[in-house]
């Protein structure tokens, strides 16, 4: 086998072992993929405060989601609020949030509800 075809190999071969990785802890919720769970060892900090501009769409098809702190595995950082497009009549958006979980902090994110 060529080097070529051997480099090709070894590039699926690490696609393949990589996806379920990648897929760890997405559940498929009815018509929602829900993604992995983060943890943060410590409360992020407060709420930057935001000003909320006028929705760039009608206003019954776009909902603002307000800023939020991510965390990338050693820090925190910023998320500027944005507007989301409604999928269909009757959603409702439910921010994102942090909840403590016995001194560590689980993100849920921001998802639709009927």
């Given at each position: 086998?060529n ?5 090709l ?23 929602l ?19 909320v ?7 019954e ?17 910023w ?17 994102g949030?942090?909840?403590?979980r ?5 993100w ?7």
């Amino acid at each position: 086998m060529n080097r070529k075809a051997l480099a090709l190999l070894a590039c699926f071969g690490a696609t393949l072992v990589s996806l379920p990785s990648a897929l760890a802890g997405v559940r498929i919720e009815g018509e929602l993929i829900v993604p992995p769970v983060v943890v943060a060892p410590g409360a992020p900090p407060p709420l930057r405060p935001e000003v909320v501009p006028p929705p760039p769409g009608p206003p019954e098809a776009m909902v603002w989601a307000p800023g939020h702190w991510e965390w990338n595995g050693r820090t925190y950082f910023w998320v500027g609020g944005h507007y989301v497009e409604r999928p269909e009549v009757g959603l409702v958006w439910e921010p994102g949030r942090w909840i403590d979980r016995h001194g560590h902090w689980e993100w849920v994110g921001g998802h639709w509800r009927r």
